[in-house]
T-cell receptor, first 115, second 110 residues
Framework: EADIYQTPRYLVIGTGKKITLECSQT?????MYWYQQDPGMELHLIHY???????EKGDLSSESTVSRIRTEHFPLTLESARPSHTSQYLC??????????????FGEGSWLTVV | DAKTTQPPSMDCAEGRAANLPCNHS???????VYWYRQIHSQGPQYIIHGLKNNETNEMASLIITEDRKSSTLILPHATLRDTAVYYCIAHAGNNRKLIWGLGTSLAVNP
């Protein structure tokens, strides 16, 4: 069982609202990730963190921002949501370093609908 | 990371073995083969990984060919709860560069 948690699971909000998707892990993992996935489509990396105070953009351009102030917490924020942001957002983490550290553990995902 | 090729969909009868193939003909010597699965509306779940030798755990077995150009994930006694999308990924350790693809959608039928 992976100890990584996302809230909310489902969210419907109006255009222009600010939202924050929360992600926490209790495994002490250094590396954390945010993926975006539309139904039936591939997972795309949108943000990545090597550790505290380290964040990078992923391969898929995203208007969201992230922060990593504590090891266990990696929230994602949309300052002004638009219908094009409607998607599933998946948070993940890995230990990093060595073979066993490459296994990625995912949260259950946050389904965002912007109306 | 090496590109992998999987069939888009497969069917399996409940209780039978499900054999999911994956081609990774350009895999390099330091790349491992990982398998994950994603049940509808949930995050992907790690299943198993290997380098050269066959591997087995409580969920599945992984058979890698001697030339490492292909592998097969085996679910020995598939249940309805094994219905999911299965991803085969080859990579050398930089998770930032993973290519997930569309995987194989496995339907286990009663």
């Amino acid at each position: 069982e992976a100890d990584i948690y996302q809230t909310p699971r489902y969210l419907v909000i109006g255009t222009g609202k600010k939202i924050t998707l929360e992600c926490s892990q209790t495994m002490g993992h250094d590396k954390m990730y945010w993926y975006q996935q539309d139904p039936g489509m591939e997972l795309h990396l949108i943000h990545y963190s090597y550790g505290v105070n380290s964040t990078e953009k992923g391969d898929l351009s995203s208007e969201s921002t992230v922060s990593r102030i504590r090891t266990e917490h990696f929230p994602l924020t949309l300052e002004s949501a638009r219908p094009s942001h409607t998607s599933q957002y998946l948070c993940a983490s890995s230990l990093g370093g060595g073979l066993s550290g490459n296994t990625i553990y995912f949260g259950e995902g946050s389904w965002l609908t912007v109306v | 990371d090496a590109k992998t090729t999987q069939p888009p969909s497969m069917d399996c009868a409940e209780g039978r073995a499900a054999n999911l193939p994956c081609n990774h003909s350009t895999i390099s010597g330091n790349e491992y083969v990982y398998w994950y699965r994603q049940i509808h509306s949930q995050g992907p779940q790690y299943i198993i990984h290997g380098l050269k030798n066959n591997e087995t755990n409580e969920m599945a077995s992984l058979i890698i060919t001697e030339d490492r150009k292909s592998s097969t994930l085996i679910l020995p006694h598939a249940t309805l709860r094994d219905t999911a999308v299965y991803y085969c990924i080859a990579h050398a350790g930089n998770n930032r560069k993973l290519i997930w693809g569309l995987g194989t959608s496995l339907a286990v039928n009663p």
